[in-house]
């Protein structure tokens, strides 16, 4: 039968502010999947726990997760507990089993708000939820035991396969950037000379960079004992700043912000997946700050963006054609080659993070952190530009294939979440669904 939930349920909500939690000996139940302490306890009791708030807000109505407590617990004020009136009649582990994989339906879909996406604790009180004999929600607390069980396994196994995944790609960036990616072409194989050496690339290059009358502070040469591995006779190694204009950004005063109409502004947040998203949090600038104050930080298609403040560091991305002109804050460096067609293999070489992952990272108050300095000190071994070429034409036709195996484990794995959610939906079903 189904019994609307404030009629069989107390619902109360929390009261500790999630960030005034005093560390004690009690569990204190937090929004995330990690939760606190506290040195009080608001419940002493089976307890099923529902987010008042959406996990990832931003307008968007979410719930990643019901919670189950029992015992001493405090509660973040953000959080309700919905604890059976008699546990002879609902059991508060089965109401949780119910709600938890029934939550987008039962739950999400009562949220409102446009910005701040909440679920009102009188709609939760209006949720109806089957309840079948006693005997038979301890056979569903079981099946759900055993299944999650299986479950664990399963995520185990496709975490894996994703670790390997990961590790194959860094070993094709490796392999690439060590010159053992692609052949040379026949004609090099027969002695013939078909790629301008990369000595004379790096010699137009800094002819290119004199061009422009910037004058950069002198890069130290790279002495024989810094060089990592060998490479092949017709690369070149150099620093980054010599092939590259590397410069950070800047974030301007709130008043140069513009709701729309004006300069893009990047911000960490839109380097996502290796790849620029502007649509995600898009800001904008007046375009006279953008010509003006932060004119020595102007990015355009083609330059690469590195973010140097971390957690995490090795975010890379390309500028899209998408974006005519923006600007960026000081988060990141900008990496311009002077031979644009370089751009696409320093992104990949960048990548590989082998580099990066040398620099000494620890700034002040332990956050990680990269200077320009360092940035532009960065070994890079060169290749010819039509080796460049051909690496980046390799590197995309092997990652477009570790692609479509990530998704078929994606697949694979939601795939197992839905079998398992359509076998306790089957458990869910009585034969009488009377409601009360």
Known sequence: ?????????????????????????????????????????????????????????????????????????????????????????????????????????????????????????????????????????????????????????????????????????????????????????????????VDEPASELLRRIKAEKAKTGKKDKPLPPIKPEEIPFEIPENWVWCRLGEIEYVTSGSTPSKDAFVDEGGIPFLKMYNLRSQEIDFDYKSQYIKEEVHNGQLKRCRAYPGDVLMNIVGPPLGKIAIIPESLPECNFNQAAVLIRPMIKDCNKYIFWFLNEMSEINAIDTKGVAGQDNISVTQAQSIKVPLPPLSEQKRIVAEIEKQFAKTQQLKEHILANQQATEQLLKALLHQAFEVKDMKTV
Request: glycine residues 6%; hydrophobic residues 40%; neutral net charge.
């Open 1 to 193: 039968m189904k019994y609307r939930l404030g009629d069989i349920c107390t619902i109360t909500k929390g009261e500790t502010g999630i960030m005034k939690a005093i560390p004690g000996p009690y569990t204190m139940i937090a929004l995330g999947e990690m939760d606190k302490t506290h040195n009080e306890f608001q419940f002493d009791a089976k307890a099923v726990i529902i987010p008042l708030v959406s996990s990832t807000g931003h307008g968007h109505a979410s719930m990643k997760r019901v919670k189950y407590c029992e015992g001493k617990f405090a509660l973040g004020n953000i959080l309700c507990a919905v604890i059976p009136k008699d546990e002879n009649f609902a059991l508060a582990k089965y109401l949780h089993i119910y709600l938890h994989w029934n939550r987008e339906e039962l739950l999400v879909s009562q949220m409102k708000g446009m910005a701040n996406v909440s679920l009102p604790m009188n709609r939760i009180a209006d949720v109806m939820v089957t309840v079948p004999s006693i005997e038979k929600q301890r056979e569903i607390i079981e099946l759900e035991k055993k299944l999650v069980e299986k479950e664990m396994e399963a995520d185990k196994l496709f975490a894996d396969q994703l670790t390997q995944l990961e590790n194959l790609n860094q070993a094709i960036l490796q392999e690439a950037v060590q010159g053992k990616l692609v052949a040379p072409s026949p004609l090099e194989r027969a002695g013939g000379v």
